[in-house]
């Protein structure tokens, strides 16, 4: 059983790019989360994902949109790249009605 | 709006002793739900422990357990026998139970080494 995978590992990017984070969920699960983590930081929450619609979303800007597929799978994309957008960014899946939440391993993305 | 503290950005215990984390939270909800998760080096977050706000039962997984105190709003968690494999981060998060608010609310975390 596939547990909930992000690609790429590694990213680096320019002020100003744009950048496209994958995850695939965990098998059974149709709920995909995203979240930021700063270094030396707890995750905080950017959005929600939940039959291909953004059901909650955080205090992020307009710039960071997502999208899910109908297999449940979800991008991130980040807009205008910032240096402050450096950090790793985990996905995590549930199934809705469920509380608990599984991480992938995450994605490192550096902005130069 | 809720919050999550760790209060210790540090830890450390010597292998095979007992070492307990301290997470408290706040929130005016009643039914909600706690976790502890661990990273290590790897970054992965792993699942530790989770406790549903409506058992007084408090939660335990093999040499992991909590002490949940709801009037008080702490949440800790004992490791037991510690192991050097348990070296990590340690983030303590909150999440409301009902309706569409399925964010995690995490803390800063509690860096723990564990000395051989």
């Known amino acids: 059983d596939a547990g909930v995978t992000q690609s790429p590992t590694h990213l680096i990017k320019t002020r100003g790019q744009q950048v496209t984070l994958r995850c695939s969920p965990k098998s059974g699960h149709d709920t995909v989360s995203w979240y930021q983590q700063a270094l030396g930081q707890g995750p905080q929450f950017i959005f929600q994902?939940?039959?291909?619609?953004?059901?909650q979303r955080g205090n992020f800007p307009d710039r960071f949109s997502g999208h899910q597929f109908p297999n449940y799978s979800s991008e991130l994309n980040v807009n205008a790249l910032l240096l402050g957008d450096s950090a790793l960014y985990l996905c995590?899946?549930?199934?809705?009605?469920?509380?608990?939440?599984?991480f992938g391993p995450g994605t490192r993305l550096t902005v130069l | 709006a809720q919050t999550v503290t760790q209060s210790q950005p540090e830890m450390s215990v010597q292998e095979a002793e007992t070492v307990t984390l301290s997470c408290t939270y706040d929130t005016s909800e009643s039914d909600y739900y706690l976790f502890w998760y661990k990273q290590p080096p790897s970054r992965q977050m792993i699942l530790v422990i989770r406790?549903?706000?409506?058992?007084?039962q408090n939660a335990t997984e093999n040499r992991f357990s909590v002490n949940f105190q709801k009037a008080a709003k702490s949440f800790s968690l004992k490791i037991s026998d510690s192991q050097l494999g348990d070296a990590a981060m340690y983030f303590c998060a909150y999440r409301y139970y009902g309706g569409s608010q399925g964010n995690l609310i995490f803390g800063k975390g509690t860096k723990l080494s564990v000395k051989p």
């Open positions: 995590a899946s549930s199934r809705l009605a469920s509380d608990t939440q599984y």
């Open positions: 406790q549903e706000a409506y058992k007084q």
């Open positions: 994902y939940y039959e291909e619609e953004e059901r």
